[in-house]
Nanobody
């Protein structure tokens, strides 16, 4: 059974950092492309980072070099390091196996002074 579990969210002040984790229980983890998305209050869900099985990373322009996605093949975990957070980064962050319907339950990130 495939399962994704996010963790690491919380309340931080502007300019601070967080590292989110996505634990993936899938036998073929090494072959998977994993995405991080977020849904801000009142907005549509949007992609924030992607990593494929070769380690190639993609970020949309609005990330501006502040986020880094990485994966640990031993732990079957994908991380999202987020630096210099702003209130606009507030939302629920989800991880997803690309091209599948497998999603985690989400972890709340709140950036506020």
């Amino acid at each position: 059974q495939v399962e994704l579990v996010e963790s690491g969210g919380g309340l931080v002040q502007p300019g601070e950092s967080l590292r989110l984790s996505c634990k993936v229980s899938a036998n073929n983890f090494a072959d998977l492309a994993i995405r991080w998305h977020r849904r801000a209050p009142g907005k549509s869900r949007e992609l924030v980072a992607r990593v494929n099985k070769y380690g190639y990373q993609y970020y949309p322009e609005f990330v501006g070099g502040r986020f880094t996605i990485s994966r640990d093949f031993t732990e079957k975990t994908v991380y999202l390091q987020m630096n210099n957070l702003t209130p606009e980064d507030t939302g629920v962050y989800y991880c997803n196996i690309e091209d599948t319907s497998y999603w985690g339950q989400g972890t709340q990130v709140t950036v506020s002074s």
